[in-house]
């Protein structure tokens, strides 16, 4: 499949990302190690990112206020899988191009990989990217979950963790992080007494936090908390350097789009292969 790219992986969680990780890749230092020159063990590492665009439309989107549903493809989601073996066990780590993942469905994708791959179901970490242009696997404020994406999405998942095994090289492994302080903030803010808006989500309507209260707000006070501005980057390459998979961290939320999309979250900076 076109956008199936075993020996590929990458993703980070905003378009500025690509600059922030070009500039930590040249103005950082990154810890790395092989541990494949250690005597016996032999450090392995498989990557595959699976297509888990749906196929049957309409979906129903979550992520909104009230529920809608998309009928067509913008850009493809993908499940990236990642499998590491230090050669004494394995872990499986997966970023999905999900708003939320239920912990039900996640079991179900963990029991029919580990049956797959015999990786036990606690060293296999599934996340979810947040993108608000995915079919819903989990019912969320006015929308219901989409069950015949829910059928289709969880054993894709689980071939992608198996298709990751079956990857595996002997590799080096890296890491960093950066900071990018320009693209976080915090939206909650503390509001004076009284004049928060009606909460959306509980109808309640003394709350003295509130969502985006508008820049300039004379009634907001303060953040209610800090923001986390860290790029943290994990680096796997072939030992002759080639680059095997790169997953990236950074807090920010979703975008928006209007059909199924992975919202712009993700890049890919490594040729294929
Ligand atoms: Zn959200």
Redesign the pocket.
Known sequence: MKNQKPHLWAIAQSKSIARVLTAICIATHMSSYSVADEQSKTFRAGAFAIDISPVEFPVIVN?SMTQKTAGKIIDPLHARCLVLDDGEGQIAIVVVDS?MLPRELLDEVKDLASSATGIAPNRILISAT?T?SAPSAMGALGTDRDDRYCHFVVPRIAQGIQRAQKNLVPAKIGWAVGRDEKNVGCRRWLMKPGVAPTNPFSGTTNDRATMHPGYGNENAIEATGPVDPSVTILSLQTLDGRPLALLANYSM??VGASAVSADQTILVFFAAR
Request: glycine share 16%.
């Open positions: 992520g708003c947040h608000h939320h979703y």
